[in-house]
C-alpha cells in the first residue's frame, strides 16, 4: 500500500513500538502504588512528560497527558468556560476541526455565546475579522487551530495570541496537525493552552496531551483519583504515554516540504487543469490538499483504493460518511469543487518513489474516471 493519509493517523513507529512494549509486558505496575515497580513506572511518566515539554518550550508540570486530542479540545474549553462564567465569548476559526466545533456548540449550550473568525480565500484567518471580534470585551478564549487538517493552512499564531492577550482573552490551540511537522516554542509564542494527538505523530491511538500554562487557572473535566497532578483523574495510560514521550523525541527533525512541493508538481504536470489549495500560503509539508475539477472524489478514492493507494476525499470524513467541507466552504468553494478534492498527507517514512508512484497512481485513474464520466 502507499499510504498518503497520514492527516487521519501515522504509522506507529518501530522505535516508539519498542520503547512502550516494557510497560505492556513486565512494567505493569500501578504508577501511583508505592513499591519499587510502580516508582519506576512513575519515573518513565515525568520522563515523557519532560520530553513533550522539551518540544513545546514547556515545563514539564505544564503537560497533562489525556486520551486523545479531542479530550485536550474538550478540557480546555470547559475549563475556561466553568473558570470565567462571567466572560460569555469564545472565540473559534471557521475552519476549525469538528472536535472543536462540537465543543464550542456546548460552550452555546451553556449560555455562552460562539463568534467565528472569518479565513481568506488561502483559508488563512483574517487578523481583521479576529480584531473585530475582540472588540466585544467579553471575550474568555480565543480557539485556533495552528495547522489546518485539510488543506494545511498555518494560521499566523504569533499575532492570534498578541492581539487576543491584549484584549484580555486566553488563548488555546489545537496543534493536532502541527506538532512534530512546525517548530514550535511556546516560550516565544506564549498561548495558553495547546492539544497535541500521539496517533498523528507515529505514536499509537488513545494518547493525547494538553498543555496548560502554569499562568492560568485550571478547572479539570475528569475528576476521581487525582491524576496528574488532580488535573485528569484516571489510571494512566503508561505504555500510551511513553510512547508519546518518544514520538516527540523522535519528531525532532522537523519535515522538509521538498516532497510535498514535488508531488504538487507533478500532479500538475500530470493534470494541469488541478487545483492545489492554498499553495501560496503557509502550510505545514505534510499535507497537500487538490482539487481535479468535475472528477467525483468519491470514484476517485474507489479506483485509487483498488490500486492500494490510500489518501482521502478534501471533504471531511468523519465515521465513514463524507460530508462537504466546510473548511473549502468557508475559503469560498462550492460544494461541487469540495466534492472533487482528495487529500494527500505525507510522513517522514513516505519516500521519493512512493510519491512518483503516486503520481502516476492519480494520473491514471483520473484519466479513467474521466472517460467514464464522459461516456456516462
Ligand atoms: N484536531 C485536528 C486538527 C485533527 O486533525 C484531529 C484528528 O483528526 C483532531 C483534532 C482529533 O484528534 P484525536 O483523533 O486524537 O481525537
Not at 489545537?174 to 511537522?181: E, H, L, R, Y
Request: glycine share 6%; aromatic share 4%.
Amino acid at each position: 500500500m502507499i499510504y498518503l493519509d497520514n492527516a487521519a493517523t501515522t504509522q506507529t513507529d518501530p522505535g516508539v513500538v519498542e520503547a512502550m512494549m516494557p510497560f505492556l509486558r513486565e512494567h505493569y505496575a500501578n504508577p501511583s502504588a508505592s513499591y519499587a515497580a510502580a516508582r519506576h513506572v512513575r519515573k518513565a511518566l515525568h520522563t515523557a512528560r519532560e520530553q513533550v515539554a522539551a518540544r513545546l518550550g514547556a515545563q514539564a508540570d505544564e503537560i497533562v497527558f489525556t486520551s486523545c486530542g479531542t479530550e485536550s479540545i474538550n478540557t480546555a474549553l470547559a475549563s475556561v468556560r466553568a473558570l470565567w462564567p462571567e466572560k460569555t465569548d469564545l472565540i473559534i476559526a471557521s475552519t476549525e476541526h469538528a472536535a472543536t466545533l462540537e465543543a464550542a456548540s456546548r460552550w452555546k449550550a451553556q449560555g455562552g455565546r460562539v463568534l467565528t473568525v472569518a479565513v481568506t480565500a488561502d483559508g488563512v484567518v483574517d487578523l481583521d475579522s479576529l480584531r473585530e471580534l475582540l472588540r466585544s470585551g467579553c471575550v474568555a478564549l480565543v480557539s485556533i487551530m495552528w495547522a489546518n487538517n485539510e488543506t494545511g493552512v498555518i494560521a499566523p499564531m504569533r499575532e492570534i495570541v498578541e492581539l487576543s492577550h491584549a484584549a484580555g482573552a486566553l488563548v488555546h490551540t489545537d496543534a493536532v496537525q502541527a506538532v512534530g511537522k512546525l517548530p514550535i516554542d511556546l516560550r516565544d509564542i506564549p498561548a495558553d493552552f495547546l492539544s497535541l494527538s500521539g496517533h498523528k505523530l507515529h505514536a499509537p491511538k488513545g494518547i493525547g496531551a494538553l498543555y496548560v500554562s502554569q499562568r492560568v487557572r485550571f478547572a479539570p473535566l475528569l475528576v476521581g483519583g487525582g491524576q496528574e497532578g488532580g488535573r485528569r483523574s484516571g489510571t494512566e495510560n503508561v505504555a500510551g504515554i511513553v510512547a508519546l514521550g518518544k514520538a516527540v523525541e523522535l519528531s525532532a527533525e522537523i519535515m522538509s516540504s521538498t516532497l510535498r512541493d514535488q508531488f504538487e508538481h507533478q500532479i500538475l504536470s500530470a493534470w494541469p487543469s488541478a487545483i492545489i489549495h492554498s499553495q501560496n500560503a503557509p502550510r505545514v509539508p505534510s499535507i497537500s490538499s487538490i482539487c481535479f475539477p468535475g472528477l467525483d472524489a468519491a470514484g476517485m478514492l474507489i479506483l485509487l483504493d483498488q490500486q492500494n493507494l490510500a489518501c482521502s476525499a478534501g471533504s471531511a470524513c468523519h465515521t465513514g460518511a463524507l460530508h462537504s467541507s466546510h473548511v473549502l466552504e468557508a475559503m469560498g468553494f462550492d460544494a461541487a469543487h469540495a466534492a472533487s478534492t482528495l487529500r494527500f498527507s505525507f510522513s517522514r517514512f513516505t519516500t521519493v518513489d512512493e510519491m512518483a508512484r503516486a503520481v502516476q497512481i492519480v494520473s491514471a485513474c483520473a484519466t479513467k474516471l474521466s472517460n467514464l464520466t464522459a461516456n456516462l
